[in-house]
């Protein structure tokens, strides 16, 4: 079981390691899904934790199809994150018709040779989930996929989700349940999906505010649900 946590800065970062969190996924900006952080942090990030982290590199809100420029500056913003080291990526790109965007994905794949990647929640754009979760498994670097199965919240697409979890077994990427989860619907929604690797955003926050820092207690309960939840199925 993997639980990875949003934070946006070192001092949220630790607090989240305190309650926990096997990895964390460093942004800006949670109102709009999460932007790229100021990379000038990125040695305090990697001081401020024994965990993995992997940041956020879009540009702006909105949606996921790029122009060239906007893409040049991903590709600067990854190769920065090559260079400081210990850190990998998040991401996602896809075309006007709603499919992986597999040219600028290479580029930006390119940009940083020998890191990991997280295909983030643009995935839940695409008109065909199965089909984006194919093209993706071509890319050795794409280790993760952030998905809701297509839904606003994860919950309710546990269907798609445990679908997506069979269809993926064995094979990178592997996928990353997130959005709306909470600790009040974690469990349930672990036993419709299956899903072993679980992402959360405000939950992991006092009272569940984006804005509210995080609360290491909240974190520690999300991983004892997981922990007993995975105990039961052994």
Do not use: K
Request: overall charge negative.
């Amino acid at each position: 079981m993997l639980l990875e946590v949003i934070a946006c800065t070192p001092e949220e970062a630790a607090a989240a390691e305190r309650g926990g969190a096997d990895r964390i996924e460093w942004i800006t900006d949670p109102s709009v899904g999460g932007v790229t952080p100021d990379l000038s942090l990125a040695e305090q990030m990697r001081r401020a934790v024994s965990v993995p982290i992997r940041v956020m590199v879009r540009p702006r809100g909105g949606g996921f199809v790029y122009a060239e420029d906007e893409l040049e500056q991903m590709r600067r913003d990854i190769r920065r994150i090559a260079a400081a080291g210990g850190l990998d990526v998040v991401t996602g790109v896809l075309t006007p018709e709603g499919t992986v965007d597999q040219s600028a994905l290479a580029g930006l794949l390119n940009a940083g040779p020998g890191l990991a990647f997280t295909f983030h929640r643009a995935f839940d754009e695409a008109g065909d989930l199965p089909r984006a979760l194919d093209e993706l498994s071509v890319h050795p670097q794409v280790t993760d996929v952030l998905t809701s199965g297509g839904a606003p919240a994860a919950p309710e697409g546990a269907a798609v989700l445990a679908e997506l979890l069979r269809r993926s077994a064995g094979r990178p990427p592997r996928i990353l349940a997130g959005a709306g989860l909470t600790a009040e619907n974690l469990r349930p929604f672990l036993d419709a999906a299956g899903a072993d690797r679980i992402h959360i955003g405000s939950a992991a926050r006092i009272g569940g505010a984006s804005s509210a820092p995080i609360d290491p207690a909240r974190v520690r309960e999300i991983r004892g649900i997981i922990a007993d939840w995975s105990a039961a199925r052994q």
